[in-house]
Structure formats: C-alpha cells, structure tokens
C-alpha cells in the first residue's frame, strides 16, 4: 500500500499539523513539516509498502569513532525512533517507521515517535547525558498511562506466533531466523510494549569491534523497518541488541510486523554480530564499508 484512502490521507495530514508546523503536502502520501527543538528541525514523512516513514537530518557532524555513542543513545528512544546510517554519502538520519493496519492508534504512533526526534535532536545538538535523555524518554511513557493487564498475552494469542510465558507481563517468542537461534523478549513497559533480542554480550569489546558493531547496527536501522539496533554498556560488559517497541499498547497487527522485521533483522546481521568480536574481522568489516574519519551533515 503506498497510499491511504482519502480519509486516512486526510487524518494523517491534521495529526501532522497538530504535533508540528508548517505542514507541506509534496505529492500524494508524502509530506514536509517542521519540528521547533531549539531551532526549527525539517522532517519529512511519506506512505511506503503499508508504513507511514518519517526521516530527518540528525545534524550529527562528528568523528567515525562516535558512533558507538549514538548506537547507545538508541537504547534510549521510546517508540521506534532511532539514529540510522546511511551511505552515498555516509551521514546520520534520525528515523522511524508506523505499520499502518487499519486499526493502528495513529495518533500515539505519531506523537511518540515525534516527541522521540525531538529526543534525538537535544541529544545531537544539547549534548544531554544518558540519565538526561532516560529522564526524558520515562517523562513520555509516564504520559501513555499503564497498559491493561494481561493485554500481552491476548495481542500474541491473536497472532501465529508461538510464546511462552516467563513472568507476568514477560513473553518469550521464538522468531523465524535460518542464521540461527534467535528469541525475542516481549514485556508490557509503562504504557506500552517492549520487545527486544540480545545478540551477543561480551565483557571486553576491543576499540575495533565496538566501532564495527555500532556500524552494523545504526546501518541496519536505515535498511530494516520497525527494528532498532542498540549498544548497551552496563557493569563492564557491552550488550549488543534489537528492539522494536511501542509507547502505547500496539494491536495483534503491529506485534506481527515487529516480529517479523526482528527475525528479518537477525537473518541478516546474527552471524555478522559474532564475526565482529574478533579485532581483525572488525578492522576489516570497517575498510570495506569505506567509513569515514569525519561524518557531517546538513540539514534537509
């Protein structure tokens, strides 16, 4: 579906006007508008193969070896916001997708994931620390209420997907991944739903390797729609992961298609991920994708 209906085209167009300004409509399905963070922030947002994409100029101009640091600012986003990389040439965007099924909740999807730009703009251009831009993100899950008891497992016994449960409001899925076992975590967060698979966690990661992983992870962000690939470091050792989330309680539907995109995500980076823990693989997996020293932006 690379369009909505008439009534949905129009719903999309007033929530854009009223979560930012200066609404533009650049063809059918596609957008401009601006977010004030400081100073006036251009985002753009089109319909694409059934999702609602919304893309910006990060403003990150900084050194190859700083993105570790926003592959772990990653992890800090609600919703599906996320920092991407993306080539030709490479520069940062920040980015996020909304699946569109009819009964999608529009409106908190748009809402969080725009309040999770502006997170990701103060965060580029403030210099917030970490406990900053958690505060910030637990300020907007705070605001989405708590989800309904039990809801996790109705949404998933509305699905294919076969889960089972660890603790109350903790679900395990097994995804559909060739490269290997892969199993995502699902858990009722504040308001919402996070759902998350560990790759790798290691207590030593090498300066190479840690640059080659975040790589990695903030390119399979521009390529792979829903999932969000993060660093964390925590108590000496340095956790590589995938989430999808959602800030509000999602429907069946979009559980589907973030469980889907997660086994997609994992079919292509869950062998890389390990290869990457070896220095010499990791020095190597950076010459070929030519990263530069510096990496600058301009705004769109």
Request: glycine letters at 12%.
């Amino acid at each position: 579906m690379n369009f909505l209906d008439q009534g949905r085209e129009f719903e999309t167009e007033k929530l854009l006007g009223k979560y930012t300004s200066g609404v533009t409509a650049a063809g059918r399905g596609r957008w401009s508008c601006v977010l004030q963070n400081g100073k006036p922030r251009s985002v753009t947002a089109r319909v694409e193969g059934g999702f609602l994409m919304l893309d910006a100029a990060a403003g990150f101009c900084g050194a190859a070896s700083n993105l570790p640091e926003l592959a772990e600012w990653n992890a800090d986003f609600q919703g599906a916001c996320k920092f991407a990389l993306v080539p030709s040439p490479w520069r940062v965007r920040l980015r996020a997708e909304i699946a569109l099924p009819e009964e999608v909740d529009l409106a908190s999807r748009l809402r969080e994931n725009l309040e999770g730009f502006e997170t990701g703009f103060r965060r580029i251009h403030e210099g917030l620390s970490g406990e900053a831009a958690r505060a910030m993100s637990a300020a907007c899950t705070a605001k989405a209420g708590p989800a309904a008891t039990g809801s996790l497992l109705s949404l998933l016994g509305e699905t294919q997907w076969p889960f089972k449960e660890r603790l109350p409001g903790v679900v395990a899925v097994d995804l559909e991944s060739r490269t290997g076992f892969h199993q995502a975590v699902l858990e009722e967060r504040g308001g919402g739903i996070g759902t998350s698979v560990e790759l790798a966690r290691i207590c030593l990661a090498g300066e190479a390797s840690r640059q080659a992983l975040a790589v990695l992870m903030l390119t399979l962000n521009g390529a792979v729609r829903l999932v969000r690939g993060i660093l964390a470091q925590s108590s000496g050792q340095l956790t590589c992961g995938l989430e999808a989330g959602f800030g509000t309680t999602p429907n069946a539907a979009e559980i589907d298609h973030a469980l889907a995109a997660l086994s997609v995500a994992c079919r292509i980076c869950g062998r890389g991920v390990n290869a990457l823990l070896d220095e010499a693989v990791a020095r190597q997996y950076l010459a070929v994708r030519n990263i530069p020293s510096t990496i600058g932006e301009q705004e769109n």
